[in-house]
């Protein structure tokens, strides 16, 4: 589903990704952590092809981020650690903007919005401004906005920031139904106890370079996902 192959990004002379290889199969929650300033929005960036890389190849569905930019997009959604959406639209503007951008239906765009605001407790709001929600509200527009294509592979940067534990339920369930289906799930997280219940298998990157990757089991062990994580940082890269 995702293939990303000796991918480096450089920032003028600094690197920030370092010859990261990843693969992510169809029906995986795929867990990748790491500090501050290790690399791991910048890699989604790129995958989202959001953000040109120096080396590598990233591949969406067989398909290269790099030459088919417009059809790894029909394929995907993306949802950043802050949303910057368009406060100038109603909820419900923009989840139809969205769903015109993908073609998705009248009947099926409506049955689909009003499922997700039902069970993430915003059928009321969508009739208000955007600009008028707290962050935890445009946190749950752009996770409807992200399923309304029903894409193959979602990518999400610490998608559970600001979220009340309900709505963290309710996407946690989205992500492992989507999974079901034969998606992907691509997501960042500081949440380590999260990331361990959920994810088939997970990474964890240190200054853009990545130190441990693979099942969950196989990753921590015996321990703790949050255990092995503090060990790997303590040791130098």
């Given amino acids: 589903m995702l293939k990303i192959t000796d991918f480096t990004k ?22 990748f952590i790491g500090h501050n300033g290790a690399g791991k929005t910048t890699t989604l960036k790129a995958c989202c092809g959001i953000m040109k890389f120096d080396q590598g190849e ?18 995907i959604a993306y949802i950043p650690d802050n949303p910057d959406l368009y ?31 039902e069970e993430f407790e915003l059928t009321k709001d969508l009739s208000q401004l955007i600009s008028g929600y707290s962050h935890g509200m445009k946190q ?4 409807i906005a992200a399923w309304l294509h029903e894409p193959k592979l979602i990518i999400m940067d610490e ?14 369930e989205m992500m492992k139904e989507l999974c079901e289906r034969g998606g992907a799930i691509f997501f960042s997280t500081h949440v380590l106890e999260v990331a361990e219940k959920l994810c088939d298998k997970v990474a964890i990157i240190k200054q853009g ?27 130098s890269c």
Avoid: W
């Fill in 10 to 31: 450089k920032f003028d002379n600094k690197v920030a990704v370092d010859n990261l290889s990843l693969h992510i199969q169809p029906g995986e929650i795929y867990g």
């Fill in 140 to 143: 749950k527009l752009a996770i």
């Fill in 58 to 75: 990233i591949l969406i569905d067989g398909k290269s981020v790099k030459n088919e930019p417009v059809e790894c997009k029909k394929n």
């Fill in 159 to 172: 998608p559970f920031v600001g979220l009340d534990p309900k709505a963290s339920h309710i996407l946690k």
């Fill in 87 to 117: 406060e100038f639209m109603t909820g419900y503007q923009f989840l139809n903007f969205i769903a015109d951008i993908f073609r998705v239906d009248e009947k099926l765009r409506n049955q689909r919005i009003e499922k997700y605001a």
């Fill in 209 to 235: 370079r990545l130190i441990r990757s693979g099942t969950m089991e196989s990753v921590k062990g015996d321990t703790s996902l949050e255990e092995v994580f503090l060990e790997l940082e303590g040791e």
